[in-house]
């Protein structure tokens, strides 16, 4: 209890704490002389973002797809909207305890089967669940990719939850 009042009491001092004396950087200034970030003072062109291709599906999913030719890496990230504010009232971490069964097995493979085909294709497949939606991430070899999205694909639509 004494770190928790610690920590609020640093917070709020810290609050406090005026920025009025301190020197403000002419390369930090920006035009107006003020500390405030206006990054169009520094770049001559927008910074240069990856291309991607966003592709919807029948079902209303979203994907953003975006190539490196020069990794031989497969990678994707699946976002659910829901999480903990989703968590039925009285049985808090219901979302976390979904994400962590997600990788107990899908489609006709046990969790050690699963298990064992993502690592057979030296993968990697993770779940967790934050406070406004859960994820499903991983990664594969080029080669494997078909197989790779194929484990997703039964990790998302057939999970097991043994």
Known sequence: ??????????LALAGCA???????????????GSATADYSVYLDRPPLLPQYQRVVLD???VLLLLEKPEVPLVGFE????GGAV????????????????LRKG???RSAAEFAESVEGLGGALNTGAGLENMA?????LSKDA??????LADLLMRPALD
């Open 86 to 101: 989703a968590d039925p009232a009285g049985k808090a971490g219901t979302a976390s305890l979904l994400a962590e069964l």
């Open 18 to 32: 005026s920025t009025d004396n301190m020197p403000v950087t002419k390369s930090l200034a920006g035009a107006s």
């Open 78 to 81: 699946a976002i659910i909207r």
């Open 146 to 151: 078909a197989t790779g999205v194929g484990l």
């Open 1 to 10: 209890m004494r770190r928790l009042i610690y920590a609020v009491v640093c």
């Open 106 to 108: 899908a489609g006709d």
């Open 59 to 61: 079902n209303g999913v």
């Open 136 to 140: 499903v991430s991983g990664s594969f």
